[in-house]
C-alpha cells in the first residue's frame, strides 16, 4: 500500500500513562462525568453525610449511639447481611445457567430472552404486589394449591410465626425480581467472547464443564465482577419487596433508613443508617475490585 | 465388512452397516431438555408478570374471590379505565417518556468515554474514580432528597424535566460507566490498532470500530437506564410538584388504594418499560459470539 | 472488515441514530421548558397548589378534585403525596426560601412537626375569624401543637370502629349486644368464631402502615386504665396486654400484613375487625346490607376512642397567602365538609348536622361513629400533642411495645418498665404536658406511671 512515504508511523497503542505534557487522554474522557457528578451530588451528599452527624449543638455522634441502641438496626444488618450472602449466589448461579442456556441457540431463544429479561422492567413495588398476591394466604399460590387439590386451605406461607418460610418466600421474590439484572449483563459480556476458544476445547476434547470452568467463566471475568458489583450494592438496598411481603417483621437497612426518616422524622439518624449502608457497599466494592481484578496489560485477543 | 462384488457397484447392492441412531436421540433429547429447561425458567420468570396483567384486568369481586382463577375467565377492564382516565396520567406518562429518553442520552454520551477510559488506560486512581462512582448508588436515595431539592429550587430548575433528567443521568452514570466498561474491554485492541494504522485517529477508531462491536454492552447500559429512570419514585416525587413522572403520580396513590387499581397501575406502569426492552433487545443480541479476525 | 460491507448495517444503525436523535431533540428542548402538567389545574402560574397527604387513592381523589372546583372557583392544582414527601417538599422549599405550595392538607401527625419547627405560618388570625364555625375544643388544643398559636385550621376527622360481617353474629355470645360490648365479650365472641369455623375471623391492622399502635394508645389503654401514658407499666396496663395476647391468638397471624382492614373484609379472610372508618369504608360498597359497624368496645374505665383530626396549613413564606386563606374558608363551609362526608367518608369539623341522604356505606359508618362519640362512658383519647418532631417515636414505643410482649412473648412488665423510660426521656426532652385522657398540670412535664 506505501509506495514511498518514509519510515512507517509508529505504531499508536495505549499505553500506561507517561508524559506529563499533553493533557491525559483518560483524563479528558473522564472529565464530563466527574464534574457533572460533582456539580450535581456534590454538595447533596456532603450536606447528607453531615446530617449524620448533626447534633443541636454542632458536631456530634448522638445519633450514631442512638442508632446502635436500636434492637432493630442489628436485626436489619444481620437480615440485610443473610438475604445478601444467600440471593447472590443463587443468582448468579441462575443467570450463567440461562445465559448458557440462551447459548446453546434452542429454538425461540429470542423469545425465551425477552420473557427472562422483564423481570427487570417491574418497579420494587410493583414486584412486592405480585409476590404478595402470590403468597398471601388467599393468593394465587393457595389458589393453585386447593385448585389441584393437595391441600384443603393452603399454607399460611408469610406467617410470622415462621420464620424460615418468611425468608424463603422474600428469597424467591428477590431472586426473581432481580436476576434479569445480572442475565443481561452476563448475556452482553458472552456476545463479545470470541466463539473460538470454546471451539478450539472442544475439538481437543474438553467435557462441557471443563469448557465452562476454564474457558467460559475467565473470559466473563469483567462482566461477572461488574454485575457483582452492582447486584451486591443493590442488593444491600432492596427492601421494598421484602416489607410488601413481610410487614416489619423482616427489618432490613434501608427500610429503617425510610423509617427513621419519614416516620420518626428524624433524618439525623437516618443519615446515619444510609452511611452505614454506604460503608458496607464500599468495603464489599473494594474486595470484589481487588479479588477480580483484570491483569494490567488487558487482554489483547491474541 | 462385506464383500464387495467386483460389478459395477450400485448402493442399493452394497450392504451398508447399520445406521447408529443413538447419537442423533442423544441430540434430540438434549434438545428436548433444553426446551424444557427454558420452558421451566421462563415459566418463572413470566408468571408473575402474566399475574399482574392478570389481575388489572379483573374486576373487583374476581380479585377478592377465593380460589382465585390462574386464567383469565372474567376480563373487565373497568379499574384499568378508571386509572387511565384519572387527572394526569397522560401527561405523567409523556413526562416519564421524555425523561427517560433525555436521561438515557445524557448518561450515554458522558458515561461511555469514561468506560472506555476505564477499559483501555491504566492509570493512577482508577480504581478510587471507580469506587466514587459507585458511592452515589450506594447511598441510599432517602438521605440525598431534601438537599437536592434544595439545590434545585436555588437553581430555579424545581419542578421542571431538566431536574429530574439530570438526577436520573446521576444515578444511572455508575451503571453505564462500569457495563460500557466492561465490554470494551473485550473489545480487541488489535482492531483498534490496525484502523489506526490505517488512518483513522482515534476518535473515528472508538466510532467506527469499537462501537459496534460493543453494542451489547451500550444496549445492555441503555436498557438499565431507561428502566431506572422510568421506575424512579423517590427523587421525582420530592423534585417535582405539579410536573410529575408517572411513578410519583401514581404509585404514592397506588399504596393506599385498593388492591385493584394497584394491578392497574402497576401493569400501566410496566407496559413501556416492556416495549422498550422489547426494542433494545435486537442490540443485545446483535452478534452471536463473534469470531476472531 | 471490507468497506464494501459496512454500508448496509452503518446505514440502518445511522437511520435509527438519526430517529433517535430527533425524537429525543424535541424532549430535550421541551425539556428546558419544564414539562407537561400533571395536577390537573392546568399548570398556569398564578393557580395554587394544594399538596395533601389524603384523599390519595386514585377515585376519592377525582371526587375531591369535583368538590374543590365546586367549593372555589378558580383552578387548583390538586398534588398528594405520603407524610415524608410531603415533609421533604416543604422542608426543603422553606429552607430554600422558594415556597411553591401555597396550602398543605394532612394529618395532625403530618402538620405538629412542620409546625413545631417553624415551617408554617401562623393561623390565629384566620382561626378567629373562623371561631364561629364551632371547633371542638380538643381540636383547637391540638391545631395549637404545644404553643400558643395555632399552626393549622381543623379541617376534618375521623376516628376507629369496628367493622363486623354479619355472618359472623351467629357466634355473638348470648346476652351480647354487637353496639354495645365490653372487651370481654369481644374476646369470648372471637373464641367463638375461631371454634365454630376452625380458623381466627378476627383481624386487626398490624401491617407496617397499619394503625394498630391507635388501637393500643386510643383503645386498650384508656379503656382498661383510664389513661394513656399515667398508667403506661402499671397493673392495669399488665392486664391491658395479657388480654391483648389472648385477643391476638383468635386473630388470624396474617394481621401482620394487613394495612388497610377493608381489603381483607371484602375478600372475607376475616370477618370481624377494627381500623380507621376511611379504610373500611370499601368493605359494605356492594352489599351495604351484609355489614354492620359497631363502636368499639368497653373496658373497666369507660369506652376510650381517638379521634383523628385533618388541618389545613400554610407553609411560611408561601406566596399568595390570602387566596390560600380563601381557599381554607370554602373549605370550612360546612356545605363543603359534608359533601366530603358523603363523598370520601371523612366527618366534618364545624358545626353542621349529619344529613340523612348519606351513601349506605358511609350510613353505618357515621351511625357507629356517633355512637361512639355519644355513649354514657364515652373517653375521649387525643393523639400526643406538643411532641413536635418526636410524634412518630411515641409511635414506635407503642409498636416496639406489641412486637415484644405480642408477638416474640417476651415479659410483660420488664417490657413495658424498658419502654416506660424511653416514654419519659422523651416527654422530657420535648417538654410536653399531658394531654386527653391523662391529667396533668399545664407547664409541667408529664409522668409516665
Not at chain 1, 456532603?46 to 448522638?62: K, Q, V
Request: net charge neutral; hydrophobic share 50%.
Amino acid at each position: 500500500m506505501s509506495t514511498d512515504v518514509g519510515p512507517p508511523p509508529a505504531p499508536v497503542r495505549a499505553e500506561p500513562l507517561r508524559a506529563p505534557r499533553r493533557v491525559p487522554v483518560p483524563l479528558l474522557l473522564l472529565l464530563p462525568s466527574a464534574v457533572f457528578m460533582a456539580l450535581l451530588f456534590g454538595w447533596p451528599l456532603l450536606s447528607g453525610i453531615m446530617e449524620a452527624f448533626r447534633g443541636p449543638d454542632g458536631f456530634t455522634t448522638a445519633n450514631w449511639e442512638r442508632m446502635a441502641g436500636e434492637p432493630r438496626f442489628w436485626e436489619a444488618v444481620r437480615n440485610t447481611l443473610l438475604l445478601t450472602a444467600v440471593v447472590i449466589p443463587i443468582q448468579f448461579t441462575f443467570a450463567v445457567a440461562m445465559a448458557l442456556l440462551l447459548q446453546a441457540k434452542p429454538r425461540g431463544a429470542g423469545f425465551y430472552f425477552y420473557v427472562w429479561a422483564v423481570p427487570l422492567a417491574i418497579s420494587d413495588l410493583a414486584a412486592g404486589l405480585v409476590w404478595l398476591a402470590i403468597f398471601t394466604d388467599l393468593g394465587y399460590l393457595n389458589s393453585a394449591l386447593v385448585d389441584i387439590g393437595i391441600v384443603e386451605r393452603g399454607a399460611q406461607w408469610l406467617n410470622y410465626q415462621n420464620p424460615t418460610s418468611l425468608f424463603l418466600t422474600v428469597v424467591v421474590a428477590e431472586v426473581w425480581r432481580a436476576t434479569s439484572l445480572v442475565l443481561i449483563i452476563v448475556v452482553a459480556g458472552m456476545q463479545v467472547i470470541p466463539k473460538d476458544y470454546d471451539e478450539a476445547a472442544q475439538v481437543f476434547g474438553a467435557t462441557f464443564w471443563k469448557r465452562l470452568w476454564h474457558v467460559t467463566l475467565p473470559l466473563l471475568r469483567p462482566s461477572l465482577q461488574v454485575a457483582l458489583i452492582l447486584r451486591t450494592i443493590l442488593a444491600f438496598e432492596a427492601f421494598a419487596v421484602a416489607q410488601a411481603l413481610t410487614g416489619r417483621n423482616f427489618p432490613l437497612l434501608v427500610g429503617e433508613t425510610y423509617e427513621w426518616s419519614v416516620n420518626l422524622q428524624n433524618p439525623a439518624v437516618a443519615s446515619a443508617v444510609a452511611l452505614v449502608v454506604l460503608g458496607m457497599s464500599m468495603v464489599v466494592a473494594v474486595i470484589y475490585l481487588r479479588a477480580l481484578r483484570q491483569p494490567d496489560s488487558v487482554r489483547s485477543g491474541r | 465388512m462385506s464383500t464387495v462384488a467386483p460389478a459395477p457397484l450400485l448402493l442399493s447392492d452394497v450392504e451398508l452397516p447399520p445406521v447408529d441412531r443413538a447419537p442423533l436421540r442423544r441430540l434430540r433429547r438434549r434438545r428436548a431438555m433444553l426446551q424444557a429447561a427454558c420452558i421451566l425458567v421462563t415459566l418463572f420468570m413470566g408468571f408473575p408478570v402474566y399475574l399482574i396483567a392478570l389481575a388489572a384486568f379483573s374486576s373487583r369481586q374476581t380479585l377478592n374471590a377465593f380460589p382465585k382463577s390462574l386464567l383469565p375467565t372474567e376480563v373487565s377492564t373497568e379499574t384499568i379505565s378508571a386509572f387511565l382516565s384519572s387527572t394526569g396520567v397522560l401527561p405523567a406518562f409523556l413526562n416519564s417518556i421524555m425523561i427517560g429518553l433525555a436521561t438515557l442520552v445524557l448518561a450515554l454520551l458522558i458515561g461511555a468515554p469514561a468506560g472506555y477510559a476505564i477499559a483501555r488506560f491504566v492509570f493512577r486512581g482508577r480504581d478510587t474514580y471507580q469506587l466514587a462512582m459507585l458511592l452515589t448508588r450506594a447511598l441510599p436515595i432517602v438521605v440525598l432528597a431534601v438537599p437536592l431539592a434544595q439545590l434545585f429550587l436555588t437553581a430555579g430548575l424545581y419542578d421542571t424535566i431538566l431536574a429530574v433528567t439530570l438526577v436520573h443521568a446521576a444515578l444511572a452514570l455508575p451503571t453505564t460507566i462500569l457495563i460500557t466498561a466492561s465490554v470494551f474491554v473485550s473489545v480487541p485492541r488489535d482492531l483498534e490498532e490496525a484502523a489506526q494504522l490505517f488512518g483513522c485517529t482515534r476518535a473515528q477508531a472508538f466510532r467506527r470500530i469499537v462501537v459496534p462491536m460493543a453494542l451489547p454492552g451500550i444496549a445492555a447500559s441503555a436498557i438499565f437506564t431507561f428502566v431506572l429512570s422510568w421506575n424512579e419514585v423517590l427523587a421525582a416525587a420530592v423534585l417535582t410538584l405539579n410536573n410529575r413522572t408517572l411513578p410519583a403520580q401514581v404509585l404514592t396513590s397506588l399504596s393506599d388504594s385498593p388492591l385493584a387499581f394497584r394491578f392497574a397501575g402497576g401493569f400501566a406502569l410496566v407496559l413501556p418499560a416492556l416495549l422498550f426492552i422489547l426494542l433494545m433487545r435486537r442490540y443485545l443480541l446483535n452478534m452471536w459470539g463473534s469470531t476472531l479476525r | 472488515m471490507s468497506p464494501d460491507r459496512i454500508p448496509a448495517g452503518i446505514t440502518r444503525r445511522q437511520a435509527l441514530r438519526l430517529g433517535l436523535a430527533l425524537g429525543v431533540a424535541g424532549p430535550l428542548t421541551a425539556a428546558c421548558g419544564g414539562g407537561f402538567s400533571t395536577s390537573g389545574g392546568g399548570g398556569g402560574s398564578d393557580q395554587l397548589t394544594f399538596m395533601s397527604t389524603q384523599f390519595t387513592p386514585v377515585e376519592e381523589k377525582e371526587r375531591f378534585r369535583d368538590i374543590l372546583s365546586s367549593a372555589y372557583p378558580s383552578p387548583v392544582n390538586y398534588v398528594t403525596g405520603d407524610g415524608g414527601q410531603l415533609n421533604s417538599q416543604v422542608r426543603s422549599q422553606v429552607g430554600a426560601g422558594k415556597v411553591e405550595i401555597h396550602l398543605i392538607g394532612g394529618l395532625h401527625g403530618d402538620l405538629a412537626p412542620l409546625a413545631a419547627e417553624g415551617q408554617l405560618e401562623d393561623l390565629s388570625g384566620l382561626l378567629s375569624e373562623l371561631s364561629s364555625k364551632g371547633y371542638a375544643d380538643d381540636f383547637l388544643e391540638l391545631a395549637k401543637a404545644g404553643t400558643d398559636k395555632a399552626w393549622y385550621i381543623p379541617w376534618a376527622q375521623a376516628t376507629y370502629v369496628v367493622a363486623v360481617n354479619k355472618s359472623a353474629l351467629e357466634h355473638l355470645p348470648s346476652g351480647a349486644d354487637v353496639q354495645d360490648l365490653t372487651y370481654d365479650q369481644f374476646l369470648a365472641w372471637a373464641q367463638a368464631a375461631k371454634q365454630a369455623t376452625g380458623a381466627p375471623q378476627f383481624g386487626l391492622p398490624g401491617g407496617p402502615k397499619g394503625l394498630l399502635h391507635r388501637f393500643l394508645q386510643g383503645y386498650l389503654y384508656p379503656s382498661f386504665t383510664g389513661g394513656q401514658v399515667s398508667a403506661f407499666s402499671g397493673d392495669e396496663a399488665v392486664e391491658m396486654w395479657t388480654y391483648l395476647k389472648e385477643l391476638w391468638a383468635n386473630c388470624t397471624p396474617a394481621s401482620t400484613n394487613f394495612d388497610f382492614m377493608q381489603e381483607p373484609l371484602a375478600a372475607g379472610q376475616v370477618t370481624v375487625a377494627w381500623d380507621h372508618v376511611a379504610r373500611l369504608v370499601e368493605a359494605p360498597k356492594d352489599k351495604p346490607d351484609d355489614w354492620v359497624m359497631a363502636p368499639a368496645p368497653k373496658g373497666p374505665k369507660g369506652r376510650g376512642f381517638m379521634a383523628v383530626l385533618l388541618g389545613l396549613a400554610i407553609p411560611k413564606g408561601a406566596p399568595s397567602q390570602d387566596k390560600a386563606k380563601e381557599l381554607i374558608k370554602a373549605l370550612s363551609e360546612s356545605k363543603t365538609q359534608l359533601e366530603v362526608l358523603r363523598q370520601n367518608a371523612f366527618f366534618p369539623t364545624v358545626d353542621a348536622d349529619v344529613p340523612t341522604d348519606l351513601p349506605p356505606a358511609v350510613k353505618l359508618e357515621a351511625d357507629a361513629v356517633s355512637k361512639q362519640a355519644g355513649s354514657a362512658d364515652a373517653l375521649v383519647a387525643l393523639p400526643p400533642v406538643g411532641l413536635g418532631q418526636r410524634d412518630g417515636e411515641m409511635s414506635k414505643i407503642f409498636k416496639d411495645s406489641f412486637t415484644a410482649i405480642v408477638l416474640q412473648n417476651q415479659d410483660i412488665k420488664a417490657t413495658l418498665d424498658a419502654q416506660a423510660k424511653i416514654m419519659q426521656s422523651l416527654l422530657d426532652a420535648a417538654k410536653a404536658s399531658c394531654w386527653a385522657p391523662d391529667e396533668g398540670k399545664a407547664g409541667e412535664v408529664c409522668k409516665v406511671g
